[in-house]
């Protein structure tokens, strides 16, 4: 599985933005895709993922401020990011899960930086 994120970029706070992932490779293995986050000095963070069903899941800090979509169709995974903040500036990296029997695999795409001005 190979992921190909884009977007990203410098906003000023209370702006938005938007960021895509696109799937190629052994894609029927995939379930659920996501983002997560990487701020300096922090661990990386879910953001939020999806399901092939579009079962979506958000972390606290987002909720409310950015949406996850899938078109299965084509592959891709976005995130719609309104209402940014400063504290939202991070790495983001796109994610696909492979689950097998016994583990599920994590596949990462190239981190996009998203900055966010105050």
């Known amino acids: 599985v190979q992921l190909q994120a884009s977007g990203g970029g410098l906003v000023q706070t209370g702006g938005s933005l938007r960021l895509s992932c696109a799937a190629s490779g052994d894609i029927s293995s995939i379930n659920a895709m996501g983002w997560y986050r990487q701020a300096p000095g922090k661990e990386r963070e879910l953001v939020a993922h999806?399901?092939?069903?579009?079962?979506?899941n958000y972390a606290d800090a987002v909720k409310g401020r950015f949406t996850i979509s899938r078109d299965n169709a084509k592959n891709t995974v976005s995130l719609e990011m309104n209402s940014l903040k400063p504290e939202d500036t991070a790495v983001y990296y796109c994610?696909?899960?492979?689950?097998?029997?016994?583990?599920?695999?994590?596949?990462w795409g190239r981190g996009t930086q998203v900055t966010v001005s105050s």
């Open positions: 994610n696909a899960k492979v689950p097998t029997t016994w583990y599920t695999y994590d596949y």
């Open positions: 999806i399901t092939t069903s579009g079962s979506a």
